[in-house]
C-alpha cells in the first residue's frame, strides 16, 4: 500500500537558519501533499499544501517542493523564529481513493 | 462557528468495555475522518466519510465502527476496547479530500 516515509525524525537548528524536511512516497498516482504542523498538546494545522501539477509554491517563509518523477517533496522554512519550535507531518493522498497517509513526523527545535 | 468539536476530551476505560467518541462539525464540510495519534507516530486513518450515509474503512479499522447518519456528526465507537487502543484520538473535516483538514482537540484514551 502507500507510505510516506519523512526525514529526519529530529531537526535542531539555530535561529535564523533554514531548515529542510523530506518526504517520500510510493503511489505515483497521488497527487496532493499537505504539510502539518502540530504544537505541543495540540491538534495539527494546515501549513501549506501543494498539487501534483506544481512544482513549487511558497508562503512568505514557508516553501514546499515537489518532484513527481522522484516521488519526494520537502517542506523549506527560512529565518527559522522559536514559534517554528513544533513537529511537523507531510501526507500523501492516495490516488486510488480519498485517504490521506501521514509521514511519521519532524520534531523541528529552534536553537536560540 | 465553533469548528469541529469533540468529546469527551478525556477518557478512561477498562478493557472489555465499550464507548462512543462525539464529533461534530458545523462547516457544512463533506469529507470526514477518524485518526489516532500514537507517540512518536503520525497520524493513522481509522475510517473516513465522503458524505452522509457513506463511510470506509481507513489504515487501521479493527476494533472500531462509524455511521455518518447527518452531514454534521460523525461519531466512532470502540465496540470492546483493549490496551492497544490507548492512544490520542483526532476527528477532522474538509470540504473535499484535497484541501485543508481542519482537527477537532483531540480525545485522549487511556485503556486498562
Known amino acids: 500500500g502507500e507510505n510516506v516515509e519523512q526525514h529526519p525524525s529530529t531537526l535542531s537548528v539555530q535561529e535564523g537558519d533554514s531548515a529542510v524536511i523530506k518526504c517520500t512516497y510510493s503511489?505515483?498516482?497521488?497527487?496532493?501533499f499537505p504539510w502539518y504542523k502540530q504544537e505541543l498538546g495540540k491538534r495539527p494545522q494546515l501549513i501549506i499544501d501543494i498539487r501534483s501539477n506544481v512544482g513549487e509554491k511558497k508562503d512568505q517563509r514557508i516553501a514546499v517542493t515537489l518532484n513527481k518523477t522522484a516521488k519526494h517533496f520537502s517542506l523549506h522554512i527560512t529565518e527559522t523564529q522559536p514559534e517554528d519550535s513544533a513537529v511537523y507531518f507531510c501526507?500523501?493522498?492516495?490516488?486510488?481513493?480519498?485517504?490521506?497517509?501521514w509521514g511519521a513526523g519532524t520534531k523541528l527545535i529552534i536553537k536560540p | 462557528n465553533a469548528g469541529v468539536t469533540q468529546t469527551p476530551k478525556f477518557q478512561v476505560l477498562k478493557t472489555g468495555q465499550s464507548m462512543t467518541l462525539q464529533c461534530a462539525q458545523d462547516m457544512n464540510h463533506e469529507y470526514m475522518s477518524w485518526y489516532r495519534q500514537d507517540p512518536g507516530m503520525g497520524l493513522r486513518l481509522i475510517h473516513y466519510?465522503?458524505?452522509?450515509?457513506?463511510?470506509d474503512q481507513g489504515e487501521v479499522p479493527n476494533g472500531y465502527n462509524v455511521s455518518r447518519s447527518t452531514t454534521e456528526d460523525f461519531p466512532l465507537r470502540l465496540l470492546s476496547a483493549a490496551p492497544s487502543q490507548t492512544s490520542v484520538y483526532f476527528c477532522?473535516?474538509?470540504?473535499?479530500?484535497?484541501?485543508?483538514?481542519?482537527f477537532g482537540p483531540g480525545t485522549r484514551l487511556t485503556v486498562l
Open positions: 503511489d505515483s498516482a497521488s497527487n496532493y
Open positions: 466519510s465522503v458524505g452522509a450515509g457513506i463511510t
Open positions: 477532522a473535516s474538509s470540504y473535499s479530500e484535497n484541501t485543508e483538514q481542519f
Open positions: 501526507a500523501a493522498l492516495k490516488g486510488s481513493n480519498y485517504q490521506l497517509i
